[in-house]
């Protein structure tokens, strides 16, 4: 690769960063090239941009945009790396878990995920990933907890006894006398 050719995939891989808040590093090595293949497809289907890039590459590219914010992850650039870009901070994890349980597998491997500006780092955290609320879950719990106290009056007017009809004006009405529609006589 020539230098023109790294300055292209550092450029691409700056406006990935740039582009998304989310992005995993994981490594894909020991996954076959049609394993790798179907784990594309997976973020395909889940609109996650994966892209492998060389470490040095991949560190060149954060430190052109912010040394100090992305130094937690430089200690993650080892051996084969895939990156996944996601707008969703939780959809790689559960592309990473459920490939594993289809291959009954412990690939890829989690090396770290930056999720808006925080760093988790290790295998070990995928779990934790996984259950994170995305902003839509946690608007949609919000309107739920305003909702409850609303729902609940509704549901007791609407559960309350009606209350008879009143007979009494209608037979007010019936028993009063007619009125006198004679004009009256002038004085």
Wanted: proline residues 5%; hydrophobic residues 40%.
């Amino acid at each position: 690769m020539n230098k023109e050719q790294k300055k292209e995939v550092i450029d691409a891989l700056k406006d990935k960063f740039s582009q998304y808040s989310n992005f995993y590093i994981t490594d894909t090595e020991k996954l076959s090239v049609s394993q790798v293949n179907t784990l594309r497809r997976h973020c395909f289907d889940k609109q996650v941009e994966m892209r492998v890039a060389k470490n040095t590459l991949i560190r060149k590219a954060l430190e052109s945009i912010d040394k100090d914010r992305y130094s937690g992850v430089y200690d993650s650039l080892h051996k084969v790396t895939a990156l996944m870009f996601s707008d969703s901070p939780k959809d790689p994890a559960l592309i990473i878990s459920s490939f594993r349980k289809q291959l009954n597998g412990e690939r890829p491997v989690l090396k770290a995920a930056f999720l808006n500006g925080d760093l988790f780092v290790g295998d070990n955290q995928l779990v934790a990933l996984t259950r994170i609320k995305t902003r839509n879950e946690m608007i949609g719990e919000v309107i739920g907890l305003l909702m409850s106290p609303v729902q609940r009056v509704i549901g007791a007017l609407q559960n309350r006894p009606e209350k008879a009809p009143a007979a009494a004006p209608v037979a007010a009405e019936a028993e009063a006398p007619a009125a006198d529609t004679t004009p009256a006589a002038e004085a």
